[in-house]
C-alpha cells in the first residue's frame, strides 16, 4: 500500500522567500507523481506531472524533482509572492493501481 | 474547453437521508474518479469509472456506489449518511484510466451531514 507523507504540515515565509516543499512515498514503483495547489475550500488545480522516467519538471517559477530511488519529490517556488499562499499536495500514481494515492499537503503562508 | 464541472456546489443533508452528487468531465475524457476529502486530510480515492464500467474502488462502505453514463457523465450516491459523511467530494477525469495521464479536478461538492 503506498502511503505518502508531506513535511512540514504547515510552513510561513516572508515575500520573495524561496519556497522547499517535500513529499515522501513508500512504493518506489509509481507512473508518475503530481503536485497540485489547494485554496480553502476549493478544488484542486494541477501544478506539475514527473512521469517516472523524468527526474524533473519546470513550469515558470515552479520546479519539481523526483527521486524514485529514495522516494522522494521536492517541489520548489522561487520568490514566493503572497498569492502562492495555499495548500500544496503532492499524489503518486502506483503501478497497477487506479487511484492517486495524497499526502495531507503542506498549508503554505507568504507574509507581504 | 470548460473544465470538470461539479454540482451541487454545497449541500446539507440530516442523517440518514441519501444523496446524489453529479460531475461533468472535461470533453473528449473518458475516465472519472472520485474522491472524498475530510477537512486537514489528503482526498481518499472512492472509484473509478471507465466506458461505464468501474474500474476501482476505495476502502469505503457499501453505502457509497456510482455510475457512469453514455456521455461519461457520472454520478456519486451515498446512502444513510452519517455524520462522518461531511467532506469535499472531489470528481477527476482523465482521457483514459492509463496512469500516464494527468487527472484535472473538479471545484468539488461541499457535503454537510448534519
Do not use: M
Request: with cysteine; charged share 15%; net charge neutral.
Amino acid at each position: 500500500k503506498q502511503e505518502v507523507t508531506q513535511i512540514p504540515a504547515a510552513l510561513s515565509v516572508p515575500e520573495g522567500e524561496n519556497l522547499v516543499l517535500n513529499c515522501s512515498f513508500t512504493d518506489s514503483a509509481i507512473y508518475n507523481l503530481q503536485w497540485f495547489r489547494q485554496d480553502p475550500g476549493k478544488g484542486l488545480t494541477s501544478l506539475l506531472l514527473i512521469q517516472s522516467s523524468q527526474r524533473e519538471q519546470t513550469s515558470g517559477r515552479l520546479n519539481a524533482s523526483l527521486d524514485k530511488s529514495s522516494g522522494r519529490s521536492t517541489l520548489y517556488i522561487a520568490a514566493s509572492q503572497p498569492g502562492d499562499s495555499a495548500t500544496y499536495l503532492c499524489a503518486a500514481h502506483s503501478l497497477n493501481d487506479y487511484k492517486l494515492s495524497f499526502g495531507a499537503g503542506t498549508t503554505v503562508t507568504v507574509r507581504a | 474547453d470548460a473544465g470538470v464541472t461539479q454540482s451541487p456546489t454545497h449541500l446539507i443533508k440530516t442523517r440518514g437521508q441519501q444523496v446524489t452528487l453529479r460531475c461533468s468531465p472535461i470533453s473528449g475524457h473518458k475516465s472519472v474518479s472520485w474522491y472524498q476529502q475530510v477537512l486537514g486530510q489528503g482526498p481518499q480515492f472512492i472509484f473509478q469509472y471507465y466506458e461505464k464500467e468501474e474500474r476501482g474502488r476505495g476502502n469505503f462502505p457499501d453505502r457509497f456506489s456510482a455510475r457512469q453514463f453514455p456521455n461519461y457523465s457520472s454520478e456519486l450516491n451515498v446512502n444513510a449518511l452519517l455524520l462522518g459523511d461531511s467532506a469535499l467530494y472531489l470528481c477527476a477525469s482523465s482521457p483514459s484510466p492509463g496512469t500516464a495521464y494527468e487527472q484535472y479536478f473538479g471545484p468539488g461538492t461541499r457535503l454537510t451531514v448534519t
